[in-house]
């Protein structure tokens, strides 16, 4: 039983075709790269498999639910139990500390819990800097504090958007390094866009789109060597 299941789906804006029939199904604990080149619907199938925008027709089935028939509060509430999303930009509260950054999320979800919020950002290697506001932080540390907080509250689901877009190779790999780590202690599953492709050879299996559609389907193995 697949964790992801995307079924024929299509998005129309008034202006552009952004997806055009896309169908792939993601299994519990895989992690799946997105590429593709600028304009190809990476973004628009993330934010709705991510139930951030829907889709004009096709189903998105999550963990058996079919995401696409929830009303807005019963999406908001799935979202908040399954779901965790980083971006391209960190989207930190600049006013905020680390350690209370993290606190926001759970805050959200249930309770806030400080010792719990800082045992995350241990986690990710930012013990040292949890007293530390945004701008106190590097583009790689700012990055670190999103991917504690998006998987502050155990989510099924980590969908990514670029993650390292905006940092240099070496703060990549440390990026890339800490999701796997995350990834082989928690077995949660990833679906990440990337258009990087020493990314991409990270996880299982690379979709490559093109003009709204699914063009390619392959094991990251066959790359590799
Ligand atoms: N809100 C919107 N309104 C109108 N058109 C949109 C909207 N969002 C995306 N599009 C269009 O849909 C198509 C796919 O966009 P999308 O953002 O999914 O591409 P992408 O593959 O993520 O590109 P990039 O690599 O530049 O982020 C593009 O032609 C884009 O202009
Ligand atoms: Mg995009």
Redesign the pocket.
């Known amino acids: 039983m697949p964790l992801i299941t995307v079924n024929s789906i299509i998005k129309e ?4 075709h ?1 997806l055009r029939g896309v169908s792939m199904e993601v299994k519990k604990g895989e992690w799946v790269n997105i590429m ?1 080149a ?8 993330l934010n709705i498999i991510g139930g951030l925008d829907s889709a004009t027709s096709g189903d998105v089935i999550i963990d058996s639910v079919n995401i696409e028939k929830l009303s807005e509060d019963e999406l908001a509430v799935f979202r908040r139990e399954k779901i965790g999303i980083i971006f391209q930009q960190a989207h930190l509260i600049p006013y905020l500390t680390a350690v209370e950054n993290v606190m926001i999320a759970q805050y959200f979800h249930s309770m806030a819990d400080e010792s719990e919020a800082k045992e995350a950002l241990q986690r990710v290697g930012l013990g040292q800097r949890l007293s530390h506001r945004p701008s106190q932080l590097s583009g790689g540390e700012q990055q670190r504090i999103c991917i504690a907080r998006a998987l502050i509250n155990s989510p099924e689901l980590l969908l990514a958007d670029e993650p390292t877009g905006n940092l240099d190779r070496e703060n990549t790999k440390m990026i890339l390094e800490l999701l796997k780590k995350l990834h082989s202690e928690d077995h949660f599953t990833i679906v990440l ?1 990337t ?1 990087d492709h020493f990314v991409s050879t990270h996880g299982d299996r690379i979709l490559t ?1 093109e003009d709204g559609h699914i063009i390619r389907d392959e094991p990251v193995n066959d790359l590799r060597s």
């Open positions: 804006y008034e202006t552009a952004a593709g600028s304009g190809s619907g990476k973004s628009t199938l866009v258009h789109m």
